[in-house]
T-cell receptor
Framework: EAGVTQFPSHSVIEKGQTVTLRCDPI?????LYWYRRVMGKEIKFLLH????????ESGMPNNRFLAERTGGTYSTLKVQPAELEDSGVYFC?????????????FGPGTRLTVL | GNSVTQMEGPVTLSEEAFLTINCTYT??????LFWYVQYPGEGLQLLLK?????DKGSNKGFEATYRKETTSFHLEKGSVQVSDSAVYFC???????????FGRGTSLIVHP
C-alpha cells in the first residue's frame, strides 16, 4: 500500500510568487493534516480536514495560506503571495477514523524556500 | 498550553555507542507521549509511544519511559548503528486529540 505522498519535494520561489503544494493521503484515510517546520524549530500544526471539510484550521498563520481538499481525496496548500518567513518544510499526514487509536502517517514533506 | 523541550543537536556518536536524547514536557492532564523519527528523504515515522505514567515504549532497540514525576520521556538505545542516523522528534497529545505538539527535533549522526 502506498504511503502519503507529497509534491513537489522541493520548491524554490521568489518572494511575492505563488506556490501550490500537493498531498495525496493513504487511500481510505478520511483525516488529512498539514504541518509546517520552520528551520530548526518545532513542527507546528496548520489544519485538519475530515473528508472535504475543514475540521480545525486554527494553525493557519494568515490569509495568504489556502488549503483545499475537493472531493475528500488529495489536498492542496497554496501560499499567495509567498513571504520569506514562509520558508520551511511542509508535512502532510493522514489517518483513518475507524477503530481505536489510529496513528497519523506522515509524508516526506515539501521543502519550500522563498528567496 | 502544551510544550515539549528536547536537547539540541546534532548528537554525534560512534557506532555501538549508547544514546540518550532528553525530552521533557509541559501539559495539562495526562498526555500520551511519542517519539517520531525522520530518516533522510523520508516522512516522519512513529518510533514508539507511551500512554500512561511508568509505561515503557520500545521499538527497534529504542526505549523511552513515561516519567510523570519528572515530566520526561528520554529516548535511549544501548548500541547505535549508522542506520540510526536521523532526526528524532519528541511529541505529546492531549487526551482525545490526535494532533501532536512536537519538540524541535534532535539530529543524530552515527559514524562507523
Amino acid at each position: 500500500e502506498a504511503g502519503v505522498t507529497q509534491f513537489p519535494s522541493h520548491s524554490v520561489i521568489e518572494k511575492g510568487q505563488t506556490v501550490t503544494l500537493r498531498c495525496d493521503p493513504i487511500s481510505g484515510h478520511d483525516n488529512l493534516y498539514w504541518y509546517r517546520r520552520v528551520m530548526g524549530k518545532e513542527i507546528k500544526f496548520l489544519l485538519h480536514f475530515v473528508k472535504e471539510s475543514k475540521q480545525d484550521e486554527s494553525g493557519m498563520p494568515n490569509n495568504r495560506f489556502l488549503a483545499e481538499r475537493t472531493g475528500g481525496t488529495y489536498s492542496t496548500l497554496k501560499v499567495q503571495p509567498a513571504e520569506l518567513e514562509d520558508s520551511g518544510v511542509y508535512f502532510c499526514a493522514s489517518r483513518q477514523t475507524s477503530g481505536s487509536y489510529n496513528e497519523q502517517f506522515f509524508g516526506p514533506g515539501t521543502r519550500l524556500t522563498v528567496l | 498550553g502544551n510544550s515539549v523541550t528536547q536537547m539540541e543537536g546534532p548528537v554525534t556518536l560512534s557506532e555501538e555507542a549508547f544514546l540518550t536524547i532528553n525530552c521533557t514536557y509541559t501539559a495539562t492532564g495526562y498526555p500520551s507521549l511519542f517519539w517520531y523519527v525522520q530518516y533522510p528523504g523520508e516522512g516522519l515515522q512513529l518510533l514508539l509511544k507511551a500512554t500512561k505514567a511508568d509505561d515503557k515504549g520500545s521499538n527497534k532497540g529504542f526505549e523511552a519511559t513515561y516519567r510523570k514525576e519528572t515530566t520526561s520521556f528520554h529516548l535511549e538505545k544501548g548500541s547505535v548503528q549508522v542506520s540510526d542516523s536521523a532526526v528524532y522528534f519528541c511529541a505529546l497529545t492531549s487526551l482525545g486529540s490526535y494532533i501532536p505538539t512536537f519538540g524541535r527535533g534532535t539530529s543524530l549522526i552515527v559514524h562507523p
